[in-house]
């Protein structure tokens, strides 16, 4: 079965962020950087489990997964039929607080 791809408009801010970022000291690896967020993107359409478990590698129960992409972790859910791109983060930014962000509790 071929899973359909959903990426969330912020995940499509954060590879634009990422590119405009590279791009301001090499246009052309930021083309490259694009290129490949995508194309690890698309390649979940048929392999949705191929990114590993985010509970795996914290103690927190959570149906994200992630998959590296050079210094970027692309951060998804598989859905019933989608693979739904969350997020696309620095890996040395405090990723957890950002994705979790909606989740913890407002005083």
Same mark, same amino acid.
């Given at each position: %079965?071929?899973?359909? #791809?959903?990426?969330?408009?912020?995940?499509?801010? /954060?590879?634009? *962020?990422?590119? +405009?970022?590279?791009?301001?000291?090499?246009?052309?690896?930021?083309?490259? %950087?694009?290129?490949? #967020?995508?194309?690890?993107?698309?390649?979940?359409? /048929?392999?949705? *489990?191929?990114? +590993?478990?985010?509970?795996a590698k914290i103690n927190i129960k959570t149906d994200y997964r992630f998959l590296v992409c050079g210094v970027y972790l692309i951060f998804y859910k598989v859905e019933g039929e989608f693979v739904s791109v969350y997020?696309?983060?620095?890996?040395?930014?405090?990723?957890?607080?950002?994705?979790?962000?909606?989740?913890?509790?407002?005083?």
């Amino acid at each position: %079965m071929k899973f359909r #791809i959903r990426i969330n408009p912020v995940a499509i801010s /954060d590879v634009q *962020e990422i590119k +405009a970022y590279i791009a301001e000291d090499n246009p052309g690896a930021a083309t490259k %950087m694009g290129d490949a #967020i995508y194309s690890k993107m698309e390649k979940l359409a /048929d392999f949705p *489990e191929m990114g +590993a478990s985010l509970s795996a590698k914290i103690n927190i129960k959570t149906d994200y997964r992630f998959l590296v992409c050079g210094v970027y972790l692309i951060f998804y859910k598989v859905e019933g039929e989608f693979v739904s791109v969350y997020r696309v983060l620095n890996g040395v930014r405090n990723y957890l607080s950002i994705l979790f962000a909606e989740e913890l509790p407002k005083d």
